[in-house]
């Protein structure tokens, strides 16, 4: 596709210094500017089918469509991003260290039809981390419904705990794992602390306004995602008051699977989420969780990471 149509439809405001992407040659076939020149546009058009006056150094002005122009500031990114090996993501999957299974199957929810949802991180060669080029915070294929964090994305993710990694760390279904690896799992105690209440209890009092809403403008909640945050808050009690992550939801499965499947009325939903709260504040106030995870082991293990990754073949 070419043409002004092929091209983002905002439009680049007055003074927004830019960069030709092609020569620019009049009616005569004479050259007006070479690709490569840089100039300020001191007119823009009303839409994207018109073109924008340019200034160019020598106080000449010249017409550009969008197409022809760059922004000047992004055209160093651009031009580091092209030459970005295009198979560089595909070589990171052979560098996954730790994968597992969390979601319903791991929670003991799954039902006929439910997904397989693969978790884990990579450890990426020495000569890459230190190259030139982004590597991505994660590996993603929705059609397998598996995702592997970047081994720094994944720490500070649990530093910070989340939810969807903290259980990564202490789901019992575990289909490969390093040594390395092993070693992160053995000491996931580490990323435990206060946090946890501010995270959990966070996340669920924002989602459930957002079902709340649902249920005014649709007469029900989206019940699987009601049944989550209930089992969300559970898990952080738990966390709070016995220093684990709790993955399989145990005697509380057939309750859950009643609120999956619409079963319960939405009132009483969410007053055992507000029950869960009022627990979730009582257990805040007598965990022995330190304050703040620990940052200083985190380091060590990520430095010792790193450095095993030297010598490794890109």
């Not at 969390?102 to 693969?118: K, N, Q, T």
Request: contains cysteine; neutral net charge.
């Amino acid at each position: 596709m070419t043409g002004p149509a092929a091209f983002p439809e905002w439009i680049l405001p007055v003074g927004t210094h830019v960069v030709t992407r092609t020569e620019v040659r009049d009616s005569r076939g004479n050259l007006l500017c070479p690709a490569g020149a840089v100039g300020k546009v001191v007119k823009s058009p009303v839409d994207s089918t018109h073109a924008y006056r340019v200034l160019l150094p020598d106080g000449r002005k010249i017409s550009l469509h969008r197409q022809h122009l760059s922004v000047r500031k992004l055209v160093q990114r651009e031009d580091l991003e092209r030459a970005r090996p295009g198979d560089l993501d595909q070589g990171l999957w052979d560098r996954v260290i730790y994968r597992c299974i969390v979601g319903s199957l791991a929670y003991g929810l799954a039902g006929e039809g439910s997904d397989i949802d693969r978790r884990g991180f990579y450890l990426p060669p020495a000569d890459l981390h230190w190259s030139l080029f982004d590597l991505p915070e994660q590996l993603e294929n929705r059609e397998t419904e598996e995702c592997y964090w970047e081994i720094r994305k994944f720490i500070t993710m649990a530093l910070k705990a989340n939810p969807n990694v903290l259980e990564c760390l202490y789901t019992p279904l575990v289909e490969f794992s390093t040594p390395l690896a092993d070693e992160l799992i053995a000491g996931r105690s580490a990323f435990l602390s206060k946090l946890i209440y501010q995270t959990y209890n966070g996340y669920v009092m924002s989602q459930f306004k957002r079902l709340e809403m649902d249920v005014r403008t649709t007469g029900a909640p989206r019940w699987q995602h009601a049944m989550h945050l209930i089992r969300l808050l559970m898990a952080g009690i738990t966390a709070l008051r016995e220093g684990f992550i709790p993955v399989r939801v145990e005697e509380h499965r057939e309750r859950l699977l009643a609120i999956k499947r619409g079963e319960v009325p939405w009132a009483e939903v969410d007053a055992w989420r507000l029950d869960l709260h009022e627990q979730f504040e009582r257990a805040f106030e007598s965990t022995a969780l330190p304050d703040r995870p620990d940052y200083e082991w985190a380091n060590r293990f990520l430095v010792k990471a790193r450095r095993s990754a030297v010598g490794d073949p890109v």
